[in-house]
């Protein structure tokens, strides 16, 4: 008996492909072949800002239908915030009315039948980076392009913050405890590596020292509440406002490193890495990730030559396979598979599922849904 289940993937050597594309479309800076870094702009585009209204003839004083004589400025001009734009003048020019911008814009329109006046504020840019350092393998015309390397890949089980760039930097054991003291204001821009658990105080911290990424083995959930403010699920993560990328290989609570994840990890300290905290358990599952591109520093140039077996790691689950949880109660506990029973049982939504027993490394044994593990893939490629 066996069952096929997906399992988080830790390679050290492997061909990477990363397609970067536009909210909405523009233009494309780069070309196929083209050598890029993760700050590379590769695609640039403007996305359209709101409209105000501004009530101008009652502001001047006037009957709407004289507003457009008013104005020293016609529809899509530009203008400027206290930038003078319409005069009313009356009782023989003795008086005057004068309107000046409220905020910078173009002038969408000046309605003589309403008398309003409505300025688009300034569209927002938006830069795409390629994210990674690699070669351009595909221009996708007005929308992006598809980035390949060659490198290090590895997911981890639960993160937060978005896409974040910096050298690898080993701070603490695998089985230690990041605490303030191993953090200091030398590791800004950093990423840094080890541990089976950070505090909420040394994420603080890493937080004011402007440390772009921490990997992890476990985190403590409150304290990750605590850091965005809000109770967060572990549905969808990723668009924290928050300066700091964290990345739990292993769970929730104090969870030693695995040992493998940690040892590559090591191996690569000092070098530049790519890393995004996204996490959809859901429909859709994806995982925070962890990239470290091959590059010969000398020459600048990848190595795409290399191929992975893909067969070295079957994706199916056994008596003995190396599972993780990846749902309460039990979200990030691993353990082996004891037993996988024929008949489908009753859970507690009072559905009917298949099942599988799992013997934890705290040595307890749970019952699980099949659909709630995931086999841990291991492939360290030589």
């Known amino acids: ?15 990477i492909t990363k397609e970067r594309l536009l909210p909405v479309p523009g233009e494309v800076r780069v070309k196929v072949g083209e050598l890029v870094s993760y700050d590379t702009i590769v695609a640039h585009t403007f996305i359209t800002s709101d409209v105000f209204s501004v ?3 009652l502001i001047l004083g006037i009957d709407p239908a004289d507003l457009s004589k008013t104005m020293l400025k016609k529809e899509g001009d530009p203008v400027e915030k206290g930038e003078l734009i319409a005069i009313s003048k009356v009782f023989f020019n003795l008086f005057k009315t004068e309107y000046r911008a409220e905020e910078s814009g173009t002038i969408e329109l000046i309605s003589d039948a309403s008398g309003q006046l409505f300025i688009r504020k300034p569209s927002t840019p938006v830069n795409l980076t390629a994210f990674i350092s690699g070669r351009v393998d595909k221009v996708i015309a007005e929308q992006g392009v598809i980035v390949k390397t060659c490198g290090a890949f590895i997911q981890g089980i639960f993160g937060i913050g978005g896409e ?3 050298e690898l930097k080993t701070i603490v054991g695998r089985d230690e405890i990041i605490t303030p003291e191993d953090i200091d204001i030398g590791l800004k821009g950093k990423i840094i590596v080890g541990g089976s658990l950070i505090t909420y105080e040394a994420l603080k911290k890493a937080m004011e020292c402007g440390i772009n990424g921490i990997i992890v083995g476990g985190v403590q959930k409150k304290d990750i509440d605590r850091i965005v403010g809000q109770e967060l699920g572990v549905a969808i993560t990723g668009d924290e406002k928050i300066e700091t990328t ?11 490193m695995a040992e493998h994840t940690y040892d590559l ?3 690569l300290n000092g070098k530049m890495a790519s890393i ?3 996490t959809q358990i859901r429909a859709g599952v994806m995982r925070p990730e962890i990239i470290v591109p091959e590059i010969n520093q000398e020459t600048s140039e990848i ?5 992975v077996d893909e067969e070295k790691f079957s994706g199916i689950m056994n008596i003995g396979s190396r599972v993780r949880i990846i749902r309460r109660p039990y979200f990030g506990s691993i353990g082996n598979v004891v037993k996988m029973p024929i008949k489908l049982e009753i859970i507690e939504t009072g559905c009917n599922v298949r099942v599988v027993e799992i013997q934890l490394d705290d040595n307890r044994t749970v019952t699980i849904p099949w659909a709630n593990v995931e086999l841990l893939d291991d492939r360290l490629s030589a």
Request: hydrophobic fraction near 35%.
């Open 303 to 307: 190595n795409l030559s290399v191929t």
């Open 1 to 15: 008996m066996c069952a096929y289940t997906p399992g988080l993937k830790i390679i050290e050597h492997t061909i």
């Open 276 to 278: 995004n905290g996204a």
């Open 265 to 267: 990890l090591e191996s």
């Open 246 to 256: 964290c990345i739990a290989t292993e769970g929730f609570s104090k969870m030693k």
């Open 164 to 166: 974040k760039h910096g």
């Open 55 to 57: 009530p101008l003839s």
